[in-house]
């Protein structure tokens, strides 16, 4: 299947710094998406992208929709200790037989110290 | 309240024994899915359905099984577990069926011994 590659795996940040993390792949993505997953819960959805360059924010949280349609990055300003979790992007392919698939990467796993 | 509601949460068993993770959402959402997070491997999509009736291999439907009669559920069935189906299972739905907006149930967490 598709391959995303997230960056950096984990991040281990003093709380006010600024956190950046990115999601590359190989191939073309239609759809880019990033979601939050605090512990023993499920992923909860922080923003969705749906065009070429877009830039989109939600409070702290901003990210954007790259311009090769290969790649998105997403930072959080201002780090408190409750951003404590595991980020995933997640995109869908671009391509007909790919229509409801829906791929993640790896997971950045982030820890703030107060 | 909006929910998709997984079960059993957690499950210890034996290889061999057939189990069946049941997933039911409240939202009236046409598209289901179900993902196994794996350390280091992130999220990885089992199976999928985009109406009812309708379903479809993700990147690793290998030993798993999944049904879907009515709108609102979707189980995933393990016919014969083995030891690396040990994993936490995610069940998810969405309204749209290619946006990739889900709403994710609590997560099963099974161990196959």
């Known amino acids: 299947g598709q391959q995303l590659n997230q960056s950096p795996q984990s991040m281990f940040i003093q709380e006010g710094e600024d956190v950046s993390m990115n999601c590359t792949s190989s191939?073309?993505?239609?759809?880019w998406l990033w979601y939050k997953q605090d512990p023993g819960e499920g992923p909860v959805l922080l923003i969705a992208l749906y065009k070429a360059g877009e830039l989109t924010s939600n409070g702290r949280l901003t990210a954007q929709f790259g311009i090769t349609r290969k790649d998105s990055f997403l930072n959080i300003s201002a780090s408190i200790p409750s951003d404590v979790g595991i980020y995933f992007c997640a995109g869908t392919p671009a391509g007909g037989t790919s229509y409801g698939k829906l791929t993640f990467g790896q997971g950045t796993i982030l820890t703030v110290h107060p | 309240e909006a929910q998709v509601t997984q079960n059993p949460r957690y499950l210890i068993t034996v290889t061999g024994k057939k189990l069946t993770v049941t997933c039911s959402q409240n939202?009236?959402?046409?598209?289901m899915s179900w993902y196994r997070q794996d350390p280091g491997l992130g999220l990885r999509q089992i199976y999928y359905?985009?109406?009812?009736?309708?379903?479809d291999k993700g990147d690793v439907p290998e030993g798993y099984k999944v049904s879907r009669k009515e709108k609102r559920n979707f189980p995933l069935i393990l016919e014969s577990p083995s030891p690396n189906q040990t994993s936490l299972y995610f069940c998810a739905s969405s309204s749209g069926t290619s946006t990739g907006e889900l709403f994710f149930g609590e997560g099963s967490r099974l161990t196959v011994l």
């Open positions: 191939s073309i993505f239609n759809t």
């Open positions: 939202m009236n959402h046409e598209y």
């Open positions: 359905s985009m109406n009812v009736e309708v379903t």
